[in-house]
Protein backbone atom coordinates (compact mmCIF):
# COMPACT_ATOMS: atom_id res chain seq x y z
CA UNK A 1 0.00 0.00 0.00
CA UNK A 2 1.08 3.83 -0.85
CA UNK A 3 1.34 5.96 1.89
CA UNK A 4 -0.88 8.26 1.23
CA UNK A 5 -0.76 10.87 4.74
CA UNK A 6 -0.18 14.09 3.04
CA UNK A 7 2.69 16.65 5.08
CA UNK A 8 0.45 20.12 5.61
CA UNK A 9 2.25 22.94 5.13
CA UNK A 10 1.18 25.49 7.98
CA UNK A 11 1.11 29.09 7.64
CA UNK A 12 4.02 31.24 9.53
CA UNK A 13 2.36 32.81 12.29
CA UNK A 14 4.47 35.88 13.86
CA UNK A 15 5.80 36.06 17.13
CA UNK A 16 4.08 39.43 17.71
CA UNK A 17 0.98 37.52 17.03
CA UNK A 18 1.30 34.78 18.89
CA UNK A 19 2.05 36.94 21.86
CA UNK A 20 -0.91 39.12 21.17
CA UNK A 21 -2.65 35.79 21.22
CA UNK A 22 -1.46 34.81 24.60
CA UNK A 23 -2.33 38.04 26.11
CA UNK A 24 -5.42 37.93 25.12
CA UNK A 25 -6.63 34.24 26.24
CA UNK A 26 -4.57 34.72 29.75
CA UNK A 27 -6.67 38.21 30.17
CA UNK A 28 -9.92 36.86 29.16
CA UNK A 29 -10.05 33.68 31.59
CA UNK A 30 -8.79 35.32 34.01
CA UNK A 31 -11.30 37.84 34.16
CA UNK A 32 -13.70 35.32 33.71
CA UNK A 33 -12.22 32.85 36.58
CA UNK A 34 -12.14 35.66 38.32
CA UNK A 35 -16.11 37.11 38.13
CA UNK A 36 -17.48 33.41 37.91
CA UNK A 37 -15.47 32.99 41.47
CA UNK A 38 -16.89 36.15 42.70
CA UNK A 39 -20.33 35.27 41.55
CA UNK A 40 -20.21 32.00 43.91
CA UNK A 41 -19.41 33.72 46.91
CA UNK A 42 -22.05 36.53 46.48
CA UNK A 43 -24.18 33.80 45.90
CA UNK A 44 -23.31 31.54 49.07
CA UNK A 45 -22.55 34.63 51.49
CA UNK A 46 -26.75 35.32 50.42
CA UNK A 47 -25.42 39.15 48.75
CA UNK A 48 -27.06 37.86 45.78
CA UNK A 49 -29.66 35.09 47.25
CA UNK A 50 -31.15 32.29 44.48
CA UNK A 51 -34.15 31.09 45.05
CA UNK A 52 -33.27 27.30 44.23
CA UNK A 53 -33.06 23.84 46.46
CA UNK A 54 -29.53 23.73 48.45
CA UNK A 55 -28.57 20.23 46.74
CA UNK A 56 -29.16 22.34 43.03
CA UNK A 57 -27.18 25.14 44.41
CA UNK A 58 -24.30 22.72 45.73
CA UNK A 59 -24.10 20.81 42.42
CA UNK A 60 -23.68 23.78 40.26
CA UNK A 61 -21.37 25.59 42.44
CA UNK A 62 -19.05 21.95 42.29
CA UNK A 63 -19.71 21.93 38.67
CA UNK A 64 -19.48 26.01 38.31
CA UNK A 65 -16.01 26.07 40.83
CA UNK A 66 -14.83 23.46 38.65
CA UNK A 67 -15.28 25.16 35.52
CA UNK A 68 -13.56 28.18 37.20
CA UNK A 69 -10.78 26.82 38.04
CA UNK A 70 -10.42 25.68 34.72
CA UNK A 71 -10.45 29.07 33.37
CA UNK A 72 -7.95 30.57 36.07
CA UNK A 73 -5.44 26.94 34.97
CA UNK A 74 -5.86 28.09 31.24
CA UNK A 75 -5.00 31.67 32.07
CA UNK A 76 -1.96 30.66 33.90
CA UNK A 77 -0.82 28.55 30.83
CA UNK A 78 -1.58 31.70 28.71
CA UNK A 79 0.86 33.33 30.36
CA UNK A 80 3.51 31.61 30.86
CA UNK A 81 3.46 30.53 26.87
CA UNK A 82 3.67 34.40 26.68
CA UNK A 83 6.66 34.42 29.01
CA UNK A 84 8.40 32.01 26.76
CA UNK A 85 7.28 33.92 23.61
CA UNK A 86 9.38 37.05 24.60
CA UNK A 87 12.63 35.38 23.47
CA UNK A 88 11.29 34.26 20.31
CA UNK A 89 10.32 37.12 19.48
CA UNK A 90 13.53 38.97 19.84
CA UNK A 91 14.80 35.55 18.03
CA UNK A 92 12.37 36.00 15.51
CA UNK A 93 13.50 39.78 14.71
CA UNK A 94 17.35 39.45 14.22
CA UNK A 95 16.53 36.35 12.14
CA UNK A 96 14.29 38.60 9.97
CA UNK A 97 17.25 41.75 10.37
CA UNK A 98 19.56 39.18 9.19
CA UNK A 99 18.13 37.61 6.34
CA UNK A 100 16.94 40.63 4.62
CA UNK A 101 20.68 42.76 5.22
CA UNK A 102 21.96 39.83 3.51
CA UNK A 103 19.61 39.42 0.99
CA UNK A 104 20.03 43.61 0.15
CA UNK A 105 23.77 42.91 0.28
CA UNK A 106 24.23 40.31 -1.97
CA UNK A 107 21.10 40.36 -4.57
CA UNK A 108 19.22 43.27 -6.42
CA UNK A 109 15.74 43.36 -8.37
CA UNK A 110 17.59 42.28 -11.28
CA UNK A 111 19.23 39.07 -10.00
CA UNK A 112 15.97 38.26 -8.52
CA UNK A 113 14.08 38.28 -11.92
CA UNK A 114 17.39 36.14 -13.50
CA UNK A 115 16.95 37.94 -16.79
CA UNK A 116 13.22 37.33 -17.26
CA UNK A 117 11.88 39.35 -20.29
CA UNK A 118 9.19 40.72 -18.30
CA UNK A 119 6.87 41.62 -21.33
CA UNK A 120 6.66 38.15 -22.39
CA UNK A 121 4.71 36.47 -19.23
CA UNK A 122 2.10 37.60 -17.35
CA UNK A 123 2.54 38.55 -13.62
CA UNK A 124 1.85 35.16 -11.97
CA UNK A 125 4.30 33.77 -14.25
CA UNK A 126 6.52 36.49 -13.09
CA UNK A 127 5.41 36.35 -9.62
CA UNK A 128 6.07 32.33 -9.48
CA UNK A 129 9.38 32.66 -10.91
CA UNK A 130 10.88 35.25 -8.56
CA UNK A 131 9.40 33.94 -5.69
CA UNK A 132 11.11 30.25 -6.67
CA UNK A 133 14.37 32.26 -7.08
CA UNK A 134 14.39 33.94 -3.64
CA UNK A 135 13.20 30.59 -1.98
CA UNK A 136 15.83 28.58 -4.02
CA UNK A 137 18.79 31.47 -2.39
CA UNK A 138 17.67 31.75 0.71
CA UNK A 139 17.33 27.56 1.24
CA UNK A 140 20.66 27.52 -0.26
CA UNK A 141 21.93 30.22 2.33
CA UNK A 142 20.07 29.47 5.55
CA UNK A 143 19.44 25.60 5.14
CA UNK A 144 18.45 26.01 8.60
CA UNK A 145 14.96 27.80 8.37
CA UNK A 146 11.88 26.47 9.12
CA UNK A 147 9.61 25.65 5.60
CA UNK A 148 7.15 28.08 6.99
CA UNK A 149 9.60 30.65 8.28
CA UNK A 150 10.88 30.91 4.84
CA UNK A 151 7.82 31.25 3.30
CA UNK A 152 7.29 34.06 4.98
CA UNK A 153 10.68 35.52 4.69
CA UNK A 154 10.46 34.76 0.52
CA UNK A 155 6.71 36.84 0.53
CA UNK A 156 9.10 39.39 2.95
CA UNK A 157 11.47 39.78 0.28
CA UNK A 158 9.62 39.97 -2.27
CA UNK A 159 7.80 42.96 -1.22
CA UNK A 160 10.44 44.73 -0.20
CA UNK A 161 11.74 44.65 -3.95
CA UNK A 162 8.63 44.01 -5.95
CA UNK A 163 6.13 46.29 -4.24
Not at 16 to 38: H, N, P, R
Not at 72 to 101: G, M, Q, T, W
Request: charged share 25%; net charge negative; aromatic share 14%.
Amino acid sequence: MADTTVKQKHTYVEADKKIEDASSTAWSFLFLGVVGFSALILVWTDIFPLDIPFTTLLMATIVLGILFLIFLFVSIRAFHARKKLIPVKSKEESDICRIRNWFTEHYSADAISHGVDEGDISLEELYYLRSENISRLLTEEFPELEESFSEYMMENIYQMYFE
